[in-house]
């Protein structure tokens, strides 16, 4: 039933820059109106550009990529700022060379890392400039669509099924409406809606005549005036109090934890080295320097711009696939996936719906059913004539028919009509024929109309049996003649006579069998929800070759407590005629049993359940809704489209492991020999700048682990490796790095004679290629190049940079870098070291993995903060969240930001 309150007037009166929402629930429309100094009719355009001006765009987020920003995140690290401060130190205490070598090559290490996040940065903002969230308002007497940036207070917007409310409204109409509010108050169960007032200073909870930004509309309609935007609404509020900086995933955290141990590390070992080095009575300076450029070398310094990197180069490569991720997390999203819901029509079908008969309960050709059919749609006369058709695939299959409207359907006047929904799953209409008979035609799914007809047939339920079985979608069409009736309501819906059926085939699409066989292999397991008959999508699961653990019908569902749901989703396959609100349900049970769940729907009625998983998907021709309410829109409606954008996910995830695996591997194995050297050397085994540039070539090297190929097995499951096993292959493989470093020192000392400037040109060589060529043993369980190549710009940056770094020496630079000239007997030496050490590494390497069986735990599930998160980045702006002063009905604390 619809609700709707009156304007009037009165003495609470302001300039229209918006109000709590708290207030506004305890005042009527009209009280509200004049506070804001709107009017039912809306703003005039020129009246919300002023209030747009003074009180900043509708957003808490912004994805204007900051320069700023970017480089403050390099200067993060008090390792770096520390030696940079120290080499600024000996520049003014006469070691200049040093200092300044030092300094350029710290600038040259920021200027990579700002680079290449910066660049993520704006790939992100180039996303962010392609998705746009719309209202429907009512502006100069109008209704018009704008951006949902652009709200002002004093806007009246319009809300429906499955859309994210805008900003905190007063509520002017309510019809049916309801809102979930969970993102704010936690509470699972949607929240009637209603226009009447609520008493002073009630608790969100309790206000029922508002709808809040941020919850989505689960059911009805409605249209309220904004009384507060951006900051200023409660969920704005929220947001603002969380940051900017998205919460960290399960990965993210691990990450955290990894560089924070070796933090702990380089700390213990710089401590170690400069109280060792001062014992050794050497140099002040000199062992702060070498002892920070260790803990620098052991940091990650690029992890970050590794991470940017990868996400960025996959977002590229996902527009190539055709899929467009709204945000770079996404992709790690995507790649999570474990589960996928999905809608039957276009993805397993072709999704052309065509009408192929109208027939009788005996299963005979008959046109007078396809007549009352055509009677039966929710269109007007003109609509029908025209063939503008809404979004009903069946009834647009049905008027697009040959000879549909030859059919004398005109000579039919409608008196009334009951709409369709997925409560009673039929549309009723009353209508008076040329003879004057009043006859109510209910169509519908066929489970639903029989049981309202008397006397059906054996023979009827047989041949509506065969067409189910056959793969047919099936609708019924029932009548009864009604002479007293001049409007018609759903309880009208009984006694009927059932006329006949009407037939439509969708045909299963010939590529979806490859691309289910391909889900299967990414581990994804693929669940089919639909409103259709459960007989006809078990035919087409059949058909497709996916194999079926049970069908479950929105009967069943609806009688199933929440724990028997989800133990019984996981075991079933299709799920058919279910409901909106079943499918939201069905998802939120697959999530408490740890999957990651993503659903791809492209309706109106999939919005809810977009919203719910972890994962929403949507295509580039869906409802409007249905792509607002996606974290992903797939440009083609196609299954082999999607599983190409989860493996580009999981491979910028092993990608990601393959840096952090090299960083504990021979990265950490050097420096912990460089710490070991210096407490036996009577002099440093490499000076503090050759350490810096050692470091810097290597990370170079490592930028283009993003672009390399990965394994097959490494894409057949979500990976979600923790500390733990970093831990352990950091304590297995480092060492090994160190023993061969230590076979480097021994060459150098005792077969060169070297003093202490060859020495450590020889170490130097020998660590950049020990640590860059490792990456081919490292990036695969396989044997390196015969069973796994690596790609060409990881092949052509590892090479490269060992070729530099292996003429060095003997280049111009040699003397202000302190190296020496290599004899030619050390590069035979060298070259059979590293064949030596991969060799070991491969055998290490396999006795690793066979000696432990790794078991990923559960991918923790991103609730509370994350879904806020989630939802607040609609709400972002491509500049400064700018405008008035926010409202004093703040609480306590509230950090309010513009």
């Not at 055709?322 to 997390?329: I, M």
């Not at 929800?529 to 019908?553: F, R, Y």
Request: with cysteine; aromatic share 6%.
């Amino acid at each position: 039933m619809t609700q709707s309150v009156p304007g009037s007037t009165s003495t609470w009166v302001g300039q229209g820059d918006g109000v709590n929402v708290t207030e506004a629930a305890a005042h009527d429309v009209g009280e509200v109106f004049d506070r804001l100094k709107s009017s039912r009719a809306g703003l005039a355009a020129s009246d919300a550009a002023e209030r747009l001006a003074r009180a900043g765009p509708n957003a808490v987020r912004t994805h204007h990529a900051q320069a700023l920003r970017v480089l403050a995140r390099q200067l993060r690290s008090a390792v770096l700022v520390l030696l940079a401060v120290t080499a600024v130190a000996s520049y003014f205490l006469g070691e200049r060379t040093d200092a300044i070598i030092i300094g350029v090559i710290l600038s040259a290490s920021i200027g990579l890392g700002f680079f290449n996040e910066f660049r993520a940065e704006r790939a992100a903002e180039a996303l962010h400039s392609q998705v746009h969230h719309q209202v429907v308002v009512e502006r100069d007497g109008a209704s018009m669509e704008v951006d949902v940036t652009e709200l002002v207070p004093g806007d009246v917007v319009h809300v429906s099924l499955g859309v994210v409310v805008p900003a905190d409204m007063r509520l002017i109409e309510a019809s049916g409406l309801e809102c979930d509010e969970s993102v704010l108050t936690g509470e699972s169960m949607p929240v009637d809606k209603n226009t009447g007032t609520v008493a002073a200073n009630a608790a969100m909870a309790e206000l029922s005549c508002c709808a809040l930004m941020g919850t989505v509309v689960h059911a009805g309609s409605g249209i309220g005036v904004v009384v507060a935007t951006g900051g200023r609404a409660e969920f704005g509020r929220i947001a603002l109090g969380l940051g900017e900086r998205q919460p960290e995933t399960d990965f993210q955290v691990g990450l955290r934890k990894f560089s924070m141990l070796l933090l702990q590390v380089a700390a213990a070992l710089t401590v170690g080295i400069l109280v060792t080095n001062l014992i050794l009575h050497r140099p002040f300076i000199d062992s702060v320097l070498f002892s920070l450029a260790i803990a620098v070398g052991v940091t990650p310094q690029l992890l970050p711009a590794v991470v940017s990197s990868s996400l960025a180069t996959g977002s590229r490569q996902l527009v190539k696939h055709k899929v467009l991720v709204k945000r770079l997390v996404c992709i790690e999203d995507l790649g999570d996936m474990n589960v996928l819901v999905t809608d039957k029509t276009g993805t397993l079908t072709e999704g052309r719906i065509t009408f192929t008969d109208a027939i009788d309960g005996a299963g005979v050709a008959d046109e007078r059913v396809q007549r009352l059919g055509l009677l039966a749609t929710e269109h007007s006369r003109k609509q029908r004539a025209t063939k503008v058709l809404g979004v009903n695939p069946l009834d647009a299959a049905l008027w697009e028919s040959p000879g549909a409207l030859a059919e004398p359907v005109g000579t039919y006047t409608e008196l009334g009509l009951v709409s369709f929904d997925h409560d009673r799953m039929m549309t009723t209409a009353l209508v008076r024929g040329a003879d004057g008979q009043v006859l109510i035609i209910t169509k519908g799914a066929p489970e639903s109309v029989l049981s309202r007809c008397v006397g059906v047939s054996d023979e009827a339920r047989a041949t509506l049996q065969a067409k189910f079985e056959s793969g047919a979608r099936v609708v019924a069409v029932a009548t009864r003649v009604a002479s007293d009736l001049t409007a018609v309501t759903a309880a009208e819906e009984h006694d009927l006579t059932l006329a006949g059926f009407l037939v439509f085939l969708d045909r299963p699409k010939p590529a979806a069998a490859g691309a289910l066989t391909r889900l299967r292999e990414l581990g994804i397991s693929v669940k089919i929800a639909t409103g259709d008959n459960p007989i006809v999508a078990e035919k087409v699961c059949a058909d497709l070759g996916l194999h079926s653990g049970g069908t479950l019908v929105g009967t069943d569902i609806e009688g199933m407590d929440d724990v028997a749901l989800a133990a019984a989703a996981i075991r079933a396959t299709i799920f058919a005629r279910v409901s909106p609100e079943q499918k939201a349900r069905l998802i939120r049970a697959l999530r408490s049993k740890g999957g990651a769940v993503g659903f791809l729907g492209d309706g109106v009625n999939d919005a809810l359940a977009l919203h719910t998983a972890d994962v929403g998907i949507s295509v580039d021709t869906a409802a409007d809704v249905a792509k607002d309410a996606a974290d992903i829109v797939l440009l083609e409606k196609d299954l082999a489209v999607l599983a190409e954008g989860v493996v580009v996910g999981r491979r910028i995830f092993a990608n990601t492991i393959k840096y952090v695996l090299m960083g504990t591997s021979s990265n950490f194995g050097n420096m912990f020999s460089a710490a070991a050297a210096s407490a036996f050397l009577k002099f440093l085994p490499m000076l503090p700048s050759q350490i810096l540039l050692n470091n810097l070539l290597y990370d170079t090297c490592q930028l283009t682990i993003p672009t390399d190929n990965v394994d097959e097995e490494q894409l057949e499951a979500p990976s979600h490796w923790d500390i733990s096993f970093i831990r352990r292959f950091m304590l297995y493989f480092g060492p090994i790095s160190s023993v061969f470093d230590f076979v480097t020192f021994g060459v150098m000392l005792w077969v060169f004679h070297a003093g202490p400037s060859l020495f450590r040109s020889g170490w130097f060589v020998e660590s950049l290629a020990t640590q860059s060529l490792i990456v081919f043993a490292i990036r695969t369980r396989r044997v390196p190049f015969v069973r796994s190549r690596p790609s060409v710009p990881l092949l052509v940056s590892a090479i490269g940079v060992v070729v530099v770094g292996a003429s060095l020496p003997m280049s111009p630079l040699a003397k202000p870098l302190g190296f020496s000239a290599l004899p030619l007997g050390f590069f035979a030496a060298l070259v059979g070291m590293v064949v030596a050490y991969l060799v070991l590494i491969e055998f290490a390497k396999k006795r690793f993995y066979a000696s432990m069986e790794l078991v990923p735990p559960d991918a923790g599930r991103r609730l509370g903060a994350h879904n806020l998160h989630r939802r607040a980045a609609r709400f972002s702006h491509g500049g400064p969240l700018s405008g008035g002063e926010p409202l004093g009905a703040a609480a306590p604390g509230d950090s309010i930001r513009r």
